[in-house]
């Protein structure tokens, strides 16, 4: 399990290209027959990826101190990948692309599968501590909660989709979903916002080989950039921005964890107070 400490806003102003990435960019999340786990210490989300070729069971590890993955968590699923399935305690849900899976707590085996060796499931999930139970829900984009936004005017035309929501599901604190921008789009969550009650972290997809995104980070008055290609995450603290634009349209899932679940709860910015 890869450690990612906090970095204050006044540690992140001063770092360079290499720190920023260090610190704050998820690369490799999809490796074959690996479950790829990074833990920030920011609200303490757990942000991981799994492509199985052979049956792949989540393990605790001594970081969470505790003798199963999720017995004092919770975790949200989307597979952005070919047909798979994910098993808990037996318990077997099929996962097409685009579908979500919310785990409650005390869950005690979580094994990722593939439907086919030939064409891989791709697993992306966030993870939050948790202190009550909720049922498992299984999520398909059909029944997902959307939210159109934007305009072609702007570049930013794209539909949010609420999977982890109390719209949707039920959850102790974590919220995830994803959002498709729509082709020749290409900014999101611009004008930007912050949330300090909330971190949030984006997993960008959808993106040609030579695609990338520029991700917008750093206090309004003291941005920065992190260059991300295609299935790559970025943790983003709760004093930071978080926009992005890229060289085509692209899709992101969103995760957030920390004080509230109202995902209407945003400290916006205008964009002429940008620095």
């Known amino acids: 399990m890869d450690i990612r400490y906090s970095v204050s806003p006044f540690e992140g102003k001063n770092l360079d290209t290499e720190g920023l990435r260090r610190n704050f960019l998820i690369e490799d999340i999809f490796q074959l027959d690996f479950i ?13 990826g799994a492509c199985p070729e052979k ?3 989540l393990e605790a590890g001594k970081e969470l101190g505790a003798d199963y993955f ?28 685009g579908d979500g ?3 409650g707590k005390g ?7 593939s439907y086919d060796t030939e064409n ?36 930013n035309t794209r539909t949010i989709y609420k999977y982890v929501h109390p719209e949707v599901c039920q959850s102790c604190q974590l919220l995830m979903g994803m959002t498709i921008l729509e082709p020749n789009n290409v900014w999101n969550t611009m004008p930007c916002h912050t949330h300090d009650r909330r971190m949030e972290v984006y997993m960008y997809f959808d993106m040609p080989q030579d695609g990338l995104v520029f991700h917008l980070m750093g206090e309004p008055h003291e ?53």
């Open 70 to 97: 999720l017995e004092r968590r919770e975790m949200g699923i989307i597979n952005i990948g070919a047909k798979g399935y994910v098993i808990v305690d037996g318990q077997r849900f099929e996962m097409g692309r």
């Open 223 to 275: 941005t920065r950039h992190i260059v991300i290609k295609n299935e790559q995450a970025v943790i983003s603290p709760s004093w930071s921005i978080h926009s992005g634009v890229g060289t085509s349209n692209y899709t992101f899932i969103w995760g957030m964890v920390g004080e509230n679940q109202v995902f209407s709860d945003m400290d916006y910015i205008k964009n002429c107070d940008l620095k």
């Open 101 to 103: 899976l919310y785990i």
């Open 55 to 57: 049956p792949l069971k």
């Open 107 to 113: 869950a005690k085996e979580v094994i990722f599968e």
């Open 36 to 48: 790829k786990l990074v833990y920030s210490h920011v609200d303490r989300i757990i942000v991981g």
């Open 120 to 155: 891989l499931a791709k697993f992306y999930f966030n993870s939050a501590p948790a202190h009550m139970k909720y049922p498992i829900k299984k999520i398909d984009i059909s029944n997902a909660k959307p939210q159109r936004l934007g305009s072609i005017e702007k570049s």
